[in-house]
C-alpha cells in the first residue's frame, strides 16, 4: 500500500489523520475520536480524589474475599510501564497481595527482563512465568506475515490474554489487575488498521490453516465465548483498571520507578517486546502506512 500520494487530513485537535480510512471530521475539523473522548470518556474519569474513592471501594472488596489466599487478585506484568507502575500502586499505595503473571513468548527485551526482576525483588513479591512454545509460537506468528494481514502481532496478543484468563479460571482467581488506561490509550485503535479481535479463534485458525505447518498443541487461546460468557458468569473472573482512578501521568510514573527501582525506560509504549517494537516501527508503517504513536501517549 502507497499512502506517499494521498492528502492527508489532520484533526485540528490531535495528530490522528486520514491514514484512518474511517475516521470522520466535524465541520470545525475536529475528528471522531476526540469527540468520543469528549462526550464519553471524559465525563465519566475521575482521576483525582473522587476514583480513589471509587476504586478503594473495589480494593476492599478484592481484599475481603482475598482473606485467608495466598493472593487476592493477580497483575498481568510486562516489563512495561503501565504494568510496572500498577504493580507498584497495588502493593504499597493498596496494600494488595497480588500474584504477578508473566508470559514469556520468546521476545522479550533485556529492559522488560530486568524492570520484572526489579519489582519482584524489591516489593518481595512471587512471579509465574508461563513459557509458550517457542516452535508453536514461531509457526503462528509466520502463518500472520505470510497472510500480510496488517496485525501480525495478534499472535501475542492472543498468548498473552489467553494464558492470564485461562490460569485464573483454572485456579478460581476473581480479580485481574491490568494497567489499561485513559491517561495514554484514550484513542481507541482504529479496525482499519488491522486491529482486529485476537479473542476471534475462526480467524486466527483461518490464517493458520492456510499459512502454519506445525499444530498448536500447547498454545493458549481464549475464545470470544470464554471470555465474554463462561469466564465472567461461570467463574466469575473480573477485570479491574486501577490506572483510571488516579493520577498516571507518563513522566512522573517513570521517574518514580526509575528511582525506587532502578527500572528503565524504553523508546516507545509497547516496545518492550522486540516483535511489538518491530511490528510497530516498522512493518505497520512502511508496508500500510499506520503509525500506532498517534493513538498513545508518548509524552
Known amino acids: 500500500m502507497d499512502n506517499s500520494k494521498k492528502p492527508v487530513q489532520v484533526c485540528v485537535n490531535c495528530i490522528m489523520d486520514t491514514t484512518d480510512e474511517t475516521i470522520v471530521f466535524d465541520e470545525k475539523g475536529q475528528c471522531d475520536y476526540c469527540s468520543n473522548y469528549y462526550n464519553n470518556i471524559l465525563p465519566n474519569w475521575h482521576p483525582n480524589e473522587q476514583g480513589e474513592k471509587e476504586i478503594q471501594k473495589v480494593i476492599d472488596k478484592i481484599k475481603a474475599e482475598g482473606k485467608g489466599k495466598d493472593y487476592d487478585c493477580i497483575i498481568g506484568i510486562s516489563g512495561g510501564l503501565d504494568s510496572s507502575y500498577l504493580v507498584y500502586l497495588a502493593v504499597e499505595k493498596w ?9 514469556d513468548a520468546g521476545w522479550n527485551s533485556d529492559v522488560s527482563t530486568n524492570n520484572i526482576k526489579n519489582l ?4 518481595g513479591l512471587d512471579l509465574y512465568t508461563d513459557v509458550i512454545n517457542w516452535e508453536e509460537m514461531k509457526d ?27 490460569y485464573c479460571a483454572k485456579n478460581g482467581i476473581k480479580y485481574i489487575l491490568t494497567g489499561g488506561n485513559f491517561s495514554t490509550e484514550c484513542v481507541r485503535e482504529p479496525l482499519h488498521w488491522g486491529a482486529y479481535y485476537q479473542t476471534d479463534m475462526k480467524y486466527v485458525n483461518d490464517i493458520h ?13 481464549c ?7 463462561q469466564y ?35 523508546k516507545h509504549k509497547h516496545h518492550e517486546s522486540r516483535f511489538t517494537r518491530f511490528y510497530e516501527a ?7 502506512g499506520f503509525d500506532k504513536r498517534k493513538i498513545t501517549c508518548q509524552a
Open 120 to 123: 519482584v525483588d524489591g516489593l
Open 282 to 288: 516498522f512493518w505497520l508503517p512502511r508496508k500500510f
Open 95 to 103: 496494600g494488595l497481595r497480588p500474584m504477578l503473571y508473566h508470559v
Open 140 to 166: 503462528l506468528q509466520r502463518a500472520f506475515i505470510k497472510s500480510q494481514v496488517p496485525d501480525i502481532d495478534t499472535p501475542q496478543d492472543l498468548v498473552f490474554f489467553s494464558s492470564l484468563y485461562n
Open 209 to 221: 490453516k492456510k499459512f502454519g505447518e506445525r499444530k498448536l498443541k500447547t498454545f493458549p487461546t
Open 232 to 266: 465472567r458468569l461461570i467463574n466469575g473472573v473480573r477485570v479491574v483498571k486501577p490506572l483510571n482512578h488516579v493520577r498516571f501521568i507518563k513522566k512522573e510514573a517513570e521517574d518514580l520507578l526509575e528511582e525506587k527501582f532502578g527500572w528503565q525506560r524504553y
Open 223 to 229: 475464545d470470544i465465548f470464554k471470555y465474554k460468557i
